[in-house]
Structures are given as structure tokens and as C-alpha cells.
């Protein structure tokens, strides 16, 4: 069983770091491949952040937190983390760890509709 909890946001000004958490308190994650995505208030869609596909621990990332955010899974712990570097304004949003059963391409990871399981979010607001 999936039972997901993210922690870690908070508020912070632009340049700094975050490190978000997200909990399996079901189990292990072994079987799952999972994701990271935002949703600023007002707009109906999840947006893709990072990917974390189980089949050889593929990840991927949307272009505008690629160099910044890193994606990175402990399956011991049954934890799934995001590093966030170099915080921007525009990275303010409620922030969602997904999860689905089996496996995600490059391109599959990216969509929200896949994602079987969800956390309640974690805000993250960076001031300028």
C-alpha cells in the first residue's frame, strides 16, 4: 500500500535552498515509480517538476529546474527527496510527491494523470 507524505516546504528568499521530503508510510517504494509536480492557485493543472521512473532509476526534470533541483530516492528509508537549489519566485507553489505502480518513460513521467497515489503537498513560497 501507497500512503504518501511530503514535508520540507517553507519560505524562503530567492537564492536559497530547500529540501523537500516525501514519506511512503505504507512500505517500501521499490515497486513504484514517482514524481514530483506544483500547482500555483488558480491554475487547474499539476505542473511536472521531476521524474524518478523505477526501471534502472531514470529521472527527468521540466527545463526551467533542470541544473537547480534534483530528484534522488532512498528506498530504505522509503523516502523520495527534492533538492531545491538557487530558489526563484516563480518556484512558489504547493508542491505534490505522486507515485504510481510499475514503471514511467522520459515521457510518461511527466504526466500527472498517471499517478495513481498523492500527497496531501508541502507550500513552498521564495520571496524576492
Known amino acids: 500500500q501507497v500512503r504518501l507524505e511530503e514535508s520540507g516546504g517553507g519560505v524562503v528568499q530567492a537564492g536559497n535552498s530547500l529540501r523537500l521530503s516525501c514519506v511512503n508510510s505504507?512500505?517500501?517504494?521499490?515497486?513504484?515509480?514517482m514524481g514530483w509536480f506544483r500547482q500555483v492557485p488558480g491554475r487547474e493543472r499539476r505542473e511536472f517538476v521531476a521524474?524518478?521512473?523505477?526501471?534502472?532509476?531514470?529521472?527527468g526534470y521540466t527545463d526551467s529546474v533542470k541544473g537547480r533541483f534534483t530528484i534522488s530516492r532512498d528506498t530504505a528509508e522509503s523516502t523520495l527527496y527534492l533538492q531545491m537549489n538557487n530558489l526563484k519566485p516563480e518556484d512558489t507553489a504547493l508542491y505534490y510527491c505522486?507515485?504510481?505502480?510499475?514503471?514511467?518513460?522520459?515521457?510518461?513521467?511527466?504526466?500527472?494523470?498517471?499517478?495513481?497515489?498523492w500527497g496531501q503537498g508541502t507550500q513552498v513560497t521564495v520571496s524576492s
Open positions: 505504507g512500505g517500501t517504494l521499490e515497486s513504484t515509480s
Open positions: 521524474g524518478f521512473s523505477r526501471l534502472r532509476g531514470a529521472t
Open positions: 505522486a507515485a504510481l505502480l510499475g514503471y514511467t518513460t522520459a515521457q510518461s513521467m511527466r504526466d500527472w494523470r498517471l499517478y495513481t497515489f
